[in-house]
Structure formats: structure tokens, C-alpha cells
């Protein structure tokens, strides 16, 4: 690519804020294929010059959380920042991508949609003089990146399996009829790694746990009817384990639905507010769900890709994945669980 004009390029970045500004706050993402923008406030000298981009897929809660931390981490930094959001679409990924290095941002910081194609197209950022820090996703074949964040999704469901392991010991005399929801047909490693971890916990302690039902339900909808129609089949199901949100959701409202409260009880992965209240709820099904820290994963993400820029040493980091811990939220905890929300909600500007 031509090497554009450092005054040109002020004049595109300004042009791209003032037109964006309407879009809304640092924290909102309305438009998922354009770039909304957030000035820093009180930006130090020497970093007033530098522009990075933190980019999301869809709107849900942790994806959310995500982009607060890349902002956060950015405005403490003193460093503009631009947001995007793909939209679980990956022409729209690539063309933001593309956007981006046109702009001649600095640095991206993502959660990319493709372990292939994705990477091929920020390889390409990389090779533009663009930085590149990986969010929420292993980091096997991007040795270009200044590094990467995620979780470990076998330990998120060995976290669960933990607290599950513990309740059949004291609550179901070491015996349990288990049905799972998993997304194998979605992201198959990922699905399998969370309910491998899982099941290995549970059968560490109590190897007469019986598998009765393992079907995909990932979307809460389904869930619903994918549990009720398992609960009709198989009566003696007394614990669920879901390997994500919509699937935890699901399952402890199709448990309810049934009149199986107090008789079924559901473990889960993944924390939302929805999840926090049913962990609250009177009704006693949801019992346990780990969930993952994206805001923290968005931030130390943001945090590394600036260190990368002002030059500072990040060859221990380069081209690797660091995990951040999931968080377990139990019903036996309630402390904890209160610790969490009013944390969620700080974050959220709640």
C-alpha cells in the first residue's frame, strides 16, 4: 500500500470522529459494520498520536463486556480508540479489517470470527504496519500477533464439574442421571473441551454417574424444547449440564416449566444477569455456572497491544495465548454471586 501523508491522515482520523460522534457513547455499538469512536480524555503527550481499533461480533452481553475493556484500557492508557462490530459476519470482518489499515490505525485488537480466514486477513493488517492482539480465541497459527487472551474452555467446564461432583456426593448419594446440552455442531472443539473438562470432574468422585442424553441446544428457544422432550423421555434425568448460556437458560426453564423443581437441577457455563437471577431464584434449579471474564480478557488484550506500539518488550507474549480464569458463581455462594453483580454492573455503568 502507498505511504499516505501524515497530515492527510490526521485529517481522516478527525473527519472519521466528528462524523461518528452521534453514534453515541464509548460504550455503545450501533452501527456493526462502521467504526463508532472514543477519544481518550486527558491523554498524556506522547500517546496523543496513536489510534487503535477494538473490535467485537454481536451484541450480547460479553461481547459488550469485550469492548469495555478494550475502551477502558485504551482511555487509561491515554490512547484514542475506535470500536467495531462484525456481526458474526466475515466479509463484514474483512471489509472492517481492511477499513481499519486504509485508515492506518495502529493497532487491532479482536475476536476473530475464523482461526483461517480471519487470521489471513490480519495477517495481511500486520504486514500493513498494523499490531494485531487476539481476543477470545486460542492462538495456534498467528505468530504476527503481539499475543492473545481467552479462556480455557476445558477448565470453564471442569470449574462447573467441580461444584457438581460436590453436590451429587452430598445431595445424591454419589448417583446421577445426567443429560447434556452442548453446541457440537457450532463449534465442535470448543463444545467438546467444556463438556470433557466437565464429565472428567464428575467421574472423578463419582464414577456411577450414567450419561442418559447428549444433545445440541445452544440457542435458549431450543434449549427449552430440546430439555423437555429429554425430561419426557428420560424421567430419571436428575442433572443437566449445559455448555453454554443459552443452553443453561433453557434448560433451567424447561426443568421449571416440567414441574421438576427441586427434582432436576441444572449446572451451566457462562454468567448474565438472567443467569444471576436464576441462580437467586427461589425455585432451586440452577445450581452453578462458571463464567468467563471477557471485560478483563478485552482489557489485558488492549492493555498488550499498547505496550507493543510504545515499543516496549512484549516478546514473551508474541504469538502466544494467555488464558484468564473463568469465574464460578454457585448457588452455595451467594456472597459471591452478589460480589459478581454489583461488579457486572460497575462495569456496565449500571
Known amino acids: 500500500m502507498k505511504q499516505v501523508k501524515k497530515g492527510v491522515v490526521f485529517a481522516l482520523i478527525a473527519a472519521v470522529t466528528l462524523s461518528l460522534a452521534a453514534c453515541g457513547n464509548s460504550k455503545s455499538n450501533s452501527e456493526p459494520n462502521k467504526p463508532s ?29 469485550l469492548s469495555l475493556g478494550y475502551q477502558d484500557a485504551a482511555k487509561a492508557a491515554g490512547v484514542k480508540i475506535l470500536t467495531g462490530n462484525t456481526a458474526n459476519d466475515q466479509a463484514k470482518e474483512a471489509e472492517l479489517i481492511n477499513t481499519y489499515v486504509s485508515q492506518k490505525v495502529n493497532g487491532i485488537a479482536i475476536s476473530p470470527l475464523n482461526e483461517e480466514s480471519s487470521i489471513a486477513v ?11 492482539a487476539i481476543t477470545n480465541t486460542a492462538l495456534t497459527n498467528a505468530p ?21 461432583a460436590q453436590y451429587i ?7 446421577a ?41 445452544w440457542i435458549q428457544d431450543k434449549a427449552v424444547a430440546v430439555t423437555g422432550d ?18 443453561t437458560i433453557g434448560a433451567t426453564m424447561a426443568a421449571k416449566n416440567a414441574g421438576k423443581a427441586g427434582k432436576v437441577v441444572v449446572f451451566g457455563t457462562d454468567a448474565s444477569d438472567q443467569l444471576v437471577s436464576m441462580l437467586k431464584d427461589g425455585d432451586n434449579v440452577l445450581q452453578a455456572i ?16 499498547i505496550k507493543g506500539l510504545k515499543g516496549e518488550d512484549i516478546s514473551a507474549s508474541k504469538g502466544k495465548t494467555i488464558i484468564v480464569d473463568g ?24
Open 169 to 175: 456426593q452430598e445431595k445424591l448419594g454419589g448417583k
Open 144 to 164: 504476527f500477533a503481539v499475543g492473545g487472551y481467552t479462556s480455557d474452555n476445558k477448565n470453564i467446564g471442569q470449574t462447573t464439574g467441580k461444584e457438581a
Open 37 to 65: 469512536s472514543s477519544a481518550a480524555s486527558n491523554a498524556p503527550n506522547n500517546n496523543s498520536n496513536l489510534v487503535v481499533a477494538g473490535v467485537v461480533f454481536q451484541e450480547d452481553q460479553f461481547m459488550k463486556l
Open 290 to 305: 462458571t463464567g468467563q471474564d471477557p471485560y478483563d480478557i478485552g482489557y489485558k488484550a488492549m492493555e498488550l497491544l
Open 177 to 217: 442421571k445426567i443429560a447434556i446440552l452442548q453446541f457440537k455442531s457450532l463449534l465442535p472443539e470448543q463444545s467438546a473441551d467444556r463438556v470433557n473438562g466437565f464429565l472428567e470432574e464428575v467421574k472423578k468422585v463419582n464414577p456411577d454417574v450414567e450419561i442418559v442424553a447428549d444433545q445440541d441446544a
Open 230 to 247: 429429554i425430561l419426557t423421555a428420560h424421567p430419571e434425568v436428575n442433572l443437566i449440564y449445559s455448555a453454554n448460556e443459552g443452553g
Open 327 to 350: 469465574i464460578l458463581l454457585s448457588r452455595s455462594n451467594p456472597d459471591g454471586i452478589a460480589k459478581f453483580e454489583a461488579d457486572l454492573k460497575a462495569k456496565m455503568g449500571k
Open 122 to 132: 490480519l495477517k495481511k493488517a500486520d504486514e500493513a504496519g498494523v499490531k494485531v
